[in-house]
């Protein structure tokens, strides 16, 4: 799949990466790795093989991507529901 990406959002991306490794928070992960994938070209099936989701969900995850830009990680950056009282 080609899709043309600036380099700042490269950029970004790789920053969003690391962050999401550090939280240790792996739904975020897999979406920005998807992301970072696609931007370097990679093709849908390999991307989908390699986060372990479906095809269709890389397609809806990049069609998200394109409409929020990185508005719609923010909701992925959580660190669980905290503790009990």
């Known amino acids: 799949m080609k899709l ?4 700042e959002t490269v950029k970004r991306l790789e920053k969003e990466l690391k962050i ?3 939280m240790n928070n ?3 992960y897999r979406r920005v790795l998807a ?3 696609i931007a370097q070209e990679e093709k849908a099936e390999k991307i989908a093989e390699i986060v372990n989701v479906s095809i269709r969900t890389v397609f ?3 069609e998200r991507f394109m409409w929020e ?4 990680l923010s909701n992925y950056h959580y ?3 905290g503790r009990k009282p």
């Open 4 to 7: 043309k990406v600036s380099k």
């Open 20 to 22: 999401a490794q550090n």
């Open 26 to 28: 792996n739904r975020l």
């Open 35 to 37: 992301m970072s994938l």
């Open 60 to 62: 809806r995850w990049l």
């Open 69 to 72: 830009r990185f508005n719609q």
């Open 79 to 81: 660190k669980g529901r």
